[in-house]
């Protein structure tokens, strides 16, 4: 199991996200901490938005690159996770793609 003062935003884990229903992103896939550190370091659920290697060029999907591959972070289907669903730490996102896509939050959820 993953330590809670081991996650950090930015960070990309494999995340268990089923079960699921309807529209849902499925699977077990990569997703990027996007929860402040601030959070992470006490709780034992994270936000996460899904990283995926097909999609649209819509404006809340962020063009990234992950281990060689191209794809999006898919910040409309951002999920709380509980800890147990973190299965293993790949990685860190680029610090651009995490920039924009903290951007694009914030944008989001703007009044």
Request: proline residues 5%; aromatic residues 6%; hydrophobic residues 35%.
């Amino acid at each position: 199991m993953v330590k809670v003062t081991d996650v950090r935003r930015g960070q990309v884990y494999l995340v268990s996200l089923n079960p699921t229903q309807g529209r849902e992103i499925k699977k077990t896939r990569p997703c990027v901490i996007v929860s402040p550190d601030e959070l992470n370091a006490y709780m034992q659920t994270y936000i996460v938005a899904p990283l995926t290697t097909g999609s649209h060029g819509y404006p809340f999907r962020i063009p990234c690159q992950f281990q060689g591959k191209s794809g999006h972070v898919v910040l409309d289907q951002i999920r709380t996770v509980d800890r147990a669903r973190l299965v293993k730490r790949l990685g860190r996102l680029s610090s651009q793609a995490l920039d924009k896509s903290l951007s694009v939050l914030g944008e989001m959820f703007a009044s």
